[in-house]
């Protein structure tokens, strides 16, 4: 009785979970060898390489010497001379985040349920929106900063000067604010085919019945979107949004090659920082240090997604 009261209180060992949640011991030796590659590929590199790295003065110099300098490079982030920078691109990088992922997300969320329509030449429509996400991160960064530019192919530039007073001196990746929008421009239009795909699988789940029956009750557009569309797609919505923010908050090649962090570090977000220090100044001690601090950061973001998975299965 006493371990069955235990079981329905949920009070259960971390041998009892893993057990109940891969069926047996056999699941979870199938699981093993994956699990070993995963931690000789991510956490030895991250923790045996990444954290001592970061204890150290550490150059790719090998006529220079490596000493150990303990928490210095963690002070010089958090109380020297970089913590205008690191402060600064903490700001800016909460800031890209809280605009790009929504963006993402209404823009892909319309696409899928647009083209879940009946339309002329609907398989064409629905490969044109992978385009952006088949296209290499570098190349569509700079392919933007080209068309953000004042020159004659800016077409992005031209557009958004029939609305707006952009400078012509440098375009839109040479002026502050505009560049953070350059950046979040091109972001949206390379990343958002991933939440597209998933969308439009989990509106063509929902069944149609119960579109249907909700026009002849006289449910609008509207009504219809909220009580049957969202609910629906409110567990995949969640999905894709954790793992668009984890992945979007350490990406650098979009924004590296629009802007390379400028102007004035105004774009140098946090993974921007870490390339910067460590591949233009030569720090690897120090990238690292940031790098240690930025992984635990995504942490609790981590942590919140697997709580919000699991609560659907549990």
């Known amino acids: 009785m006493a371990t069955i009261d235990r079981f329905e209180r949920g009070d259960r060992s971390l041998s009892d979970r893993l057990l109940g949640e891969y069926g047996s011991l056999q699941g979870i030796l199938f699981l093993l060898p994956s699990l070993l590659l995963l931690g000789f590929i991510v956490l030895y590199p991250m923790i045996f390489n990444g954290v001592l790295l970061s204890f150290r003065q550490f150059t790719l110099d090998p006529a220079l010497a490596n000493p150990w300098v303990g928490l210095e490079n963690y002070q010089y982030w958090l109380f020297g001379g970089g913590q205008a920078l690191f402060l600064f691109s903490i700001k800016m990088t909460l800031l890209y985040e809280l605009v790009v992922v929504p963006f993402d997300l209404m823009v892909a969320l ?7 329509e009946t339309l002329p030449a609907r398989p064409l429509w629905r490969g044109l929106m992978l385009a952006g996400y088949a296209a290499p991160p570098v190349a569509a960064g700079l392919t933007f900063a080209v068309m953000e530019q004042a020159a004659s192919y800016g077409v992005v530039y031209n557009f958004l000067s029939m609305f707006f007073s952009v400078p012509a001196s440098g375009g839109i990746t040479s002026n502050s604010p505009w560049a953070f929008w350059g950046v979040v421009f091109a ?16 509106v063509q789940s929902i069944p149609s019945e119960l579109y ?55 774009t140098t977000f946090l993974g921007v920082a870490i390339f910067k220090q460590g591949f233009l100044n030569w720090s690897l001690g120090r990238a690292a240090a940031l790098g240690m601090m930025f992984s635990l950061a995504i942490i609790p973001l981590i942590v919140l997604w697997v709580r919000s998975e699991t609560e659907d299965y549990g």
Do not use: C, Q, S
Not at 110 to 116: G, H, I, T, Y
Not at 237 to 266: D, H, L, Q
């Open 187 to 202: 972001k949206v239009w390379r990343d958002f085919g991933f939440m597209y795909v998933v969308f439009l699988a989990g």
């Open 110 to 116: 319309a696409a899928a349920l647009v083209l879940n």
């Open 212 to 266: 249907e029956i909700a026009k002849v009750d006289g449910a609008g557009p509207v009504r219809r979107f909220r009580h049957i569309t969202l609910p629906h797609l409110r567990t995949i919505i969640v999905t894709v949004v954790m793992i668009r923010t984890i992945f979007t908050i350490g990406k650098v090649e979009i924004p590296w090659a629009v802007t390379k962090g400028g102007p004035v570090n105004y």
